[in-house]
């Protein structure tokens, strides 16, 4: 079994900065592509930020500029660093990875976080 531990979030000024953490525990043979979603109250959830194994990255249109993701391959770790937060970025955020375990190293699975709140608000 595979679980992603999101520490951080919390409350936040707008323009603010705030980074978020998640790390990868368990049987994982392969971590590959890593993400940040969020969903915001009576909205669908969106994907925030995408990186691969190989470090490439994807952003929707709205944080680009203002937010960073990385990854620490070594520590099975995805990070989300938040510039210049709009009020508009509250939201419940979630990570995800998509895994090959050892029981299953042909197949990849996509784990996701519990979710951490982020509020932007003065």
């Known amino acids: 079994q595979v679980h992603l531990v999101e520490p951080g979030g919390g409350l936040v000024q707008p323009g603010g900065s705030l980074r978020l953490s998640c790390a990868a525990f368990?049987?994982?043979?392969?971590?590959?592509?890593m993400g940040w979603y969020r969903q915001a109250p009576a909205k669908r959830r969106e994907l925030v930020a995408r990186?691969?194994?190989?470090?490439?990255?994807n952003y929707t249109d709205s944080v680009k500029g203002r937010f960073t993701i990385a990854r620490d391959n070594a520590k099975n770790t995805v990070f989300l660093q938040m510039n210049s937060l709009k009020p508009e970025d509250t939201a419940v955020y979630y990570c995800?990875?998509?895994?090959?375990?050892?029981?299953?190293?042909?197949?990849?699975?996509?784990?996701w976080g519990q979710g951490t709140q982020v509020t932007v608000s003065s």
């Open positions: 368990g049987s994982i043979t392969s971590l590959n592509a």
């Open positions: 990186i691969t194994s190989g470090s490439t990255t």
């Open positions: 995800s990875a998509w895994v090959r375990t050892v029981l299953a190293p042909g197949r990849e699975t996509e784990y």
